[in-house]
């Protein structure tokens, strides 16, 4: 199948073409025309086209959660997928917290198998069988293409743990993914320790709790050298401390997500369960110097941590509702509320140097996985009946589907 964009403003910093508006045939689940117009001279050629059409590389979240296998009544791979596709993303990287637990190579084949409309990467765990004890089965996973090993929001709590497995992945490259939280200082907490916990009544959970426990892995880090990633930061203090370590030429990254950069800890004003997220959303204050630290390139990516969620884990009492967030289809549009289109673009698509993955480019000959989206003439409402933490809010931005693996993809 061919397909023609019509029209398209192209968003690629990388692209001789960046914001100029061309038609972009794509033949083969190729590239092969980039021109002001182009004449389908093939009947069979789809054309698409929207007012205000913006196209850009695939955008890519290496860290979600479907809940398949195990527990696929929270969502499920297929439910996953259509999530992707609706929020615009070409790649997803699943995390290992599944059951089984993704801790040895041989499972990557049922993820493999579903590799058609979306590309599916797979991070492996730290340890086996999330226990944080011993390593997983890491070369193993590594051969059957694992992007990364984590553990996912368990924390490496054993440090001796950590230490071994940044010696041992540098064998082949490797990446640790790394979601910083000390436990013991979490100290079961339920949202930000604070003003607003105190007058909810509610358990706190102090920056501490993630500023130790960087502190503690980057030097670790500084003894074994190896590759980690911070994952969902939510402290901006946290964040000076990964950027000073490269400074010093660690090979260290980190990532926050949408939503502790809008919403804050005042949000939980009524007790709503959609706002209990881990980390806990944070201060105001806090999230104006995160945002100022994505503007000066001191974050590396942004991801959704969707964590699929089936509603009576949210439909319930605060201290008793899961912690999560359901917000990988809403994601760019939530994005673009606290940066511009352009960064927005740029940090969903820097994952994929950081997972050692080839990132797509709008090029001649090059294979066309792209992210169409649009501009709205006004800000327009979404899936208001959602579990979504983004449920009430409203979006410039609005996907509009992706073109991947040879066929479109487009969102009713």
């Known amino acids: 199948m061919s397909y023609l964009l019509r029209s398209a403003k192209i968003i690629d910093s990388t692209s001789e073409f960046h914001l100029q508006n061309k038609d972009i045939l794509i033949e083969n689940g190729f590239i092969s025309s980039i021109k002001d117009e182009i004449i389908a001279a093939n009947k069979d050629v789809e054309v698409i086209k929207h007012e205000n059409l913006l196209v850009s590389p695939g955008w890519i979240d290496p860290l979600v959660d479907f809940g398949e296998p195990g527990f696929e009544q929270r969502q499920g791979l297929e439910n996953g997928i259509a999530e992707a596709i609706q929020g615009g993303f070409c790649t997803i990287g699943v995390l290992p917290n599944t059951k089984p637990v993704i801790d040895h190579g041989s499972i990557l084949d049922y993820f493999n198998r579903n590799n058609v409309k979306i590309n599916i990467h797979v991070n492996g765990t730290v340890s086996k069988n999330l226990k944080g004890e011993q390593l997983s089965e890491m070369f193993d996973l590594n051969q059957n293409g694992a992007i990364s090993f984590t553990d996912y929001k368990r924390g490496l709590n054993n440090p001796q743990l950590l230490k071994l497995a940044l010696q041992y992945t540098q064998n082949f490259g490797g990446l640790v993914v ?8 979490m100290n079961n907490g339920l949202m930000h320790e604070g003003k607003q916990s105190t007058r909810l009544g509610l358990k706190g959970i102090s920056y501490l709790s993630e500023e130790v426990r960087v502190l503690r892995d980057l030097e670790i880090l500084r003894y074994t050298k190896g590759k980690m990633h911070f994952a969902c930061l939510s402290s901006a203090k946290a964040v000076d401390y990964v950027s000073k370590a490269k400074e010093e030429g660690l090979k260290v990254s980190c990532s926050v997500t949408p939503h502790h950069l809008f919403f804050n800890d005042s949000d939980i004003n009524h007790f709503d369960t959609l706002f209990k997220t881990l980390p806990p959303l944070r201060t105001k204050n806090n999230n104006k110097k995160l945002i100022s630290q994505i503007n000066e390139g001191m974050i590396d990516f ?36 606290t940066v511009n289109m352009e960064k927005a673009v740029e940090l969903f698509t820097n994952a994929y140097e ?48 992706i073109l991947n693996n040879g066929k479109a993809f487009l969102n009713s």
Request: some cysteine.
């Open 354 to 401: 950081i997972f050692s993955l080839k990132r797509p480019e709008i090029t001649l000959n090059s294979p066309a996985s792209l992210s169409l989206f649009c501009k709205q003439k006004q800000s327009l409402p979404r899936f208001a009946d959602s579990t979504s933490i983004w449920k009430n809010e409203s979006f410039e931005y609005l996907p509009l589907g």
């Open 178 to 185: 790394n979601y910083p939280l000390d436990e013991n200082l």
């Open 302 to 337: 942004v991801h959704s941590d969707h964590f699929a969620l089936h509603t009576d884990m949210k439909e319930t009492v605060f201290d008793q509702a899961e912690f999560g967030a359901e917000s990988l289809g809403l994601s760019f549009g939530a994005l673009t509320k």
